[in-house]
């Protein structure tokens, strides 16, 4: 009898045992990876960045490449945690960074292979889930050759240069001192190494920088190219400003409602604190933009207007007689009368259509290969993103929201992201000799 007492709470023991193992069981979870960027190609040593999402955390991580029956192995990492809690914390996703190529795959030739990631999760089931890739193998370092050509450049101006990359590369493009404009696959090309840079010369770009070509990969292997250009140099308006209370008055009710302090200092964190934040908008609109040239021709100046103010106006700001700021205006203030008709451009879709701080009621349109309009201060917007348009529709009204003083049309082009001087978009012989000529393409 005593033996089956002993017996019967060991058994107990036991089924609560089993419980608990099965409850454990049940609660252990797969592993979701996910890639911070696509892996098509790997060179000599391309970072590899990923997360793990699982509740329980990982237990290990591998990862190998496989190729003509071989598998070669390129990161193993153990992460000691606890797994038998039938509770646990949850754990935030786990990042994990390895390096995947040739540098570590002795064996390794170009061509195909694939690239596979395991994951063991933390928990009692230790599940193991699984990334496959298709990738690429080229260990050929970059290398970039560019057209032969004359290149005459302005400063703030724009410029069209073609070349070639070859090697592994993931990224190619023209730099510009701190600038850096992305290339698009040439039109009409059957290769996609083949490569087309619109880029800026920025208006307060030092002197002595020299643009150059540039191909890189993720690995961070490089190489640059220079080519033939001449730039000519030049010296920007200044202009005085005088800031009323009247112009301040109209300004804070549209953009500092309820703003307190001094008049100054409000003008002037619109002035220069808006200002940045817009501009910083208008520049990553850049990543809307088509991998082809929607335009044709020279772009229309609004009809009939007069220049008010010019691209790169140095402005000195007066308010009670006392300097308060400096700003730089990029782009050409049009004027006719009040409410003006606004043709588009050129060809293009809109990618913005609505409020934009200083630049008030405002309209984006992308041309193509980097290259946008803006359309800034209207009194009333005619499209909306996603529209297409045709040059000389109208797309909006003039008028004198945002940071204006009275009913005009703010008009900048820009170079991925960069505002540039409109005056050579306007010129059908400048588009002709810097732009249709290089790409050899008519009109």
Known sequence: ??????????????????????????????????????????GTATPVRLVAINPHGVRSVRGSLSQGGHSYAVYEKAIPARRWNLFPKAVNPTPIEFEAGTGKANGLKDGKATLRIE?????????????????????????????????????????VVVFTASGYWSEAGVRVGKYTFRSFALPGAKDGNRRVCFFAIPYDMPRGEVPVVYVRNPAGAEATSRFWNKLTWKTFRRRNIEVTDAFLEKIFKELDPGGKGNAAARFVKINSDMRKANAQALSELRLKTADKILWHGPFLQLANSSVEAQFCDYRDYFYQRQMVDQQVHLGFDLAVTAHTPVAAANDGVVVFGGPLGIYGNAIVTDHGLGLQSLY???????VKPGDAVKKGQIIGKSGATGLAGGDHLHFSMMVDGVMVNPVEWWDGHWIHDRVLAPLKMGE
């Open 119 to 159: 994951a063991v999760s933390n928990d009692f089931a230790g599940q193991t889930d699984t990334l496959e890739l298709e990738v690429e193998v080229n260990s050929r370092p970059p290398a970039v050759s560019v057209d032969e050509g004359q290149h005459y450049l302005n400063l703030g101006g724009s410029e």
């Open 1 to 42: 009898m005593s033996r089956f007492r002993a017996f019967v709470p060991l058994a107990g023991l036991a089924v609560v045992g089993v419980v608990y193992l099965a409850a454990l069981y049940m609660r252990s979870t797969g592993t979701e990876l996910q890639l911070e960027e696509a892996v098509k190609v790997v």
């Open 376 to 382: 800034a201060h209207l009194s009333e917007i005619q």
